[in-house]
């Protein structure tokens, strides 16, 4: 018997608790095969610069991931599947994609040509720029020593923790002095420290750290989740939009840094939008990313500079955990696309994850076959979203619908099991699983929504159905 379906079997017109529907020992109901709520996706893909690094296969991460999306959309199991898009980075208006001086990039300066070295060796994903030796000064910062692990801190033992943020400490030193930015020889785009070898994640060598004559203006991306919840291709049908689609992607080119937290925040807000001139439809956010972010400040720091990468991730995350309980609910699916054995990217990333609802992020070898494998992320995101949503049937009879009196069956091998009905997502409990619709109040709902326990006993299974029962009380939990 799979995990999370209740192990009570109800018999042919049975007889369990809740109200509406039958009023004596058994009821004749409709009874008709559960169709899955159509499926859009509002994909937000990284277009940093990064993305043009190699991958396996001798391709670059970019060309792969185009490749994949190709796939996705003219698999013939994504018919019915709608798609939009958008990208980040988005550059501000007026902004140039390089700069000398900050006199070029107007709003969006200062240029990114010099900065305090040590500061980013002691904070994690830091960087503070700096024109003077007393810049790099009394710049607050905190060093993580993260991650936590068995009650300890795996970079400074004797620190205890309970939570990753226990393993941040608070410094106060001079992160001096003020020197040039350097670029390696062999990839412009990666920052290093003049006169060191630059070396990738595999220890290849990508050539000297020279100095850098020229930059990008450091404030020069767009941090307002409105630009972002503006589609660049608006969400279509696979079946007719898949090369306006396409088209769209095939014309970015890569460039930039990794403003995830604006870039998801307006995702959300045009699913959530979608969603509601679309009741009845599930709309799932995709962030699709190759790096942790890096850009879109929050408004307490008071140096020209980043924040720690631990703050700008429990950002995001705050981020796709509104859109789970926002109105209407929006779940946050993530793809990353690191090298192997990145432990930071995967717990970081599993944090947004879990926070939009979708429990672990998908995590992509970049050093294997990206294409595949994101395919495969792709695949594993329209079958978890199809067996866990199901349209409310129209009763055969023409009357309006008891939704109380409505009963979700699961068919295994010929064995039916009836669903309790739990009211609410929060009263999931994962030994029981069961359903409850998308309005707790049960008045007005546009979906049947199954538990994630019961969910994951759906997709795990080779064969199986699901049945809508009309006429029946409701079998509560």
Not at 288 to 306: H, R
Not at 394 to 421: I, R
Request: glycine residues 12%.
């Amino acid at each position: 018997m799979p995990t999370g379906i209740p192990t009570v079997v109800v018999p042919q017109g049975g007889s369990g608790g809740g109200s509406g529907g039958d009023t004596g020992k058994a009821c004749a109901a409709d009874t008709t095969m559960a169709e899955p709520t159509p499926l859009d996706l509002y994909i937000m893909l990284d277009i940093s610069g990064s993305m043009l690094d190699a991958a396996g296969g001798g391709m670059s991460k970019w060309t792969a991931v185009k490749n994949a999306l190709s796939a996705f959309f003219q698999d013939p199991a994504s018919a019915g599947i709608s798609v939009g898009i958008q990208y980040f980075p988005l550059r501000k208006a007026g902004v140039p994609a390089t700069c000398t001086s900050d006199a070029e990039c107007g709003g969006g300066g200062p240029c990114f040509l010099k900065w305090c070295p040590s500061f980013r060796h002691a904070v994690s994903g830091g960087v503070a720029l700096c024109a003077t030796n007393d810049d790099c000064k009394a710049i607050p910062a905190a060093v993580n020593y993260g991650p936590c692990t068995g009650g300890a801190c795996s970079r400074k033992a004797d620190l205890a923790c309970s939570a990753e943020s226990d393993c941040f400490e608070t410094v106060q030193r001079d992160f001096g002095p003020c020197d040039f930015v350097g670029q390696c020889t062999s990839n412009p785009a990666l920052t290093c420290d003049v006169g060191s070898e630059c070396l990738d994640d595999a220890g290849n060598s990508l050539g000297e750290c020279v100095q850098a004559t020229s930059s990008f203006c450091f404030h020069g991306t767009e941090c307002s989740s409105a630009v972002y919840a503006t589609p660049a291709v608006e969400i279509v049908s696979l079946q007719s939009g898949a090369a306006q689609v396409m088209a769209s992607i095939e014309a970015q080119m890569p460039d930039g840094d990794t403003p995830s937290g604006p870039a998801l925040g307006g995702a959300i807000a045009h699913a959530q939008h979608w969603a509601t001139m679309n009741p009845g439809h599930t709309v799932v956010a995709v962030l699709a990313t190759d790096g942790l972010p890096t850009e879109c400040l929050p408004d307490t720091l008071n140096f020209s500079g980043t924040a720690p990468t631990m703050a700008l991730v429990e950002e995001v995350a705050s981020i796709a955990q509104e859109g789970l309980f926002g109105t209407p609910s929006v779940a946050t699916s993530v793809i990353g696309v690191f090298a192997a054995g990145d432990t930071s990217a995967l717990e970081n990333l599993n944090l947004i994850a879990r926070a939009g609802g979708t429990q672990t992020a998908q995590i992509i070898d970049a050093g294997g076959n990206v294409t595949q494998q994101f395919l495969e992320a792709l695949n594993k995101i329209r079958k978890a979203r199809l067996a866990c949503e199901y349209q409310i049937p129209v009763n055969d009879s023409g009357k309006e619908v008891d939704f109380m009196a409505v009963n979700v069956e699961f068919n295994d091998n010929g064995a039916a099991q009836t669903l309790y009905y739990v009211g609410s997502a929060d009263r999931c409990a994962p030994e029981k699983g069961g359903w409850y619709y998308d309005d707790p109040t049960a008045k007005a709902p546009t979906k049947i929504l199954i538990c994630p326990s019961t969910c994951n006993a759906f997709q795990s299974l080779a064969a199986g159905s699901v049945a809508i029962r009309l006429g029946c009380r409701t079998m509560i939990f």
